[in-house]
Every structure is written in structure tokens, then in C-alpha cells.
């Protein structure tokens, strides 16, 4: 099994930046992709982008251009770079992991953009 933990969450203003880490353990050499999402009160969750072993990056239209993912492979944590947010970002993000093992989730962080 593959265990994730976010952090970064919090509290900013409108056109401020955040970055959330989700650190991997356990059976890292499974995965293959590892991916970003946020569920907003009232809505369904909401892939925001993905990173893949080979290092291949693809993003939601919606954040494109001010999110960007990222990873540190000796520290077993991608990252989600998150600039020019608005209160519409506003939502629970979590990191998943894809791989041979199946689905894994974290736990999510909060993120909240006050106008």
C-alpha cells in the first residue's frame, strides 16, 4: 500500500500563493502517477493535474498557467505550486497515487481564499 500526507493549507487573501507538499510512503516503487485534486462544498472532486513517473505533466484547463506540480523524488513529495488564487479555489485538495497497487488518497488539506 502507498500512504499519503498533504499540508501547506490554509488561509490566504485573493492573488496570493500557497504550496501544498504530499509526501508518499510505502510502496513508492508502484506508482505511477500521482495527482492532485480539490472538492468544494456542494460539488464533486475536480482533477486539477498529474504527474507521472517519467515526468510527464498534464493540468486541468482550469488552473492551468497558475498551478503548477512539481516533485522532489529524493523526498518522496510532489508538490502543488498554487499562484494567483482566487476564492473560488477555495476547497479541500488531496494528492492521490496511482500505481499497480491500485488507488491510494490522502487526507486532504483545506485551502481557503478570502476576497
Known amino acids: 500500500q502507498v500512504q499519503l500526507v498533504e499540508s501547506g493549507g490554509g488561509l490566504v487573501q485573493a492573488g496570493g500563493s500557497l504550496r501544498l507538499s504530499c509526501v508518499a510512503s510505502?510502496?513508492?516503487?508502484?506508482?505511477?502517477?500521482m495527482g492532485w485534486f480539490r472538492q468544494a462544498p456542494g460539488k464533486q472532486r475536480e482533477l486539477l493535474g498529474f504527474?507521472?513517473?517519467?515526468?510527464?505533466?498534464n493540468y486541468a484547463d482550469s488552473v492551468k498557467g497558475r498551478f503548477t506540480i512539481s516533485r522532489d523524488n529524493a523526498k518522496n513529495t510532489v508538490y502543488l505550486q498554487m499562484n494567483s488564487l482566487k476564492p473560488e479555489d477555495t476547497a479541500v485538495y488531496y494528492c492521490?497515487?496511482?500505481?499497480?497497487?491500485?488507488?491510494?488518497w490522502g487526507q486532504g488539506t483545506q485551502v481557503t481564499v478570502s476576497s
Open positions: 492521490n497515487a496511482v500505481g499497480r497497487l491500485g488507488t491510494n
Open positions: 510505502g510502496s513508492i516503487s508502484s506508482i505511477s502517477t
Open positions: 504527474i507521472s513517473s517519467a515526468g510527464w505533466l
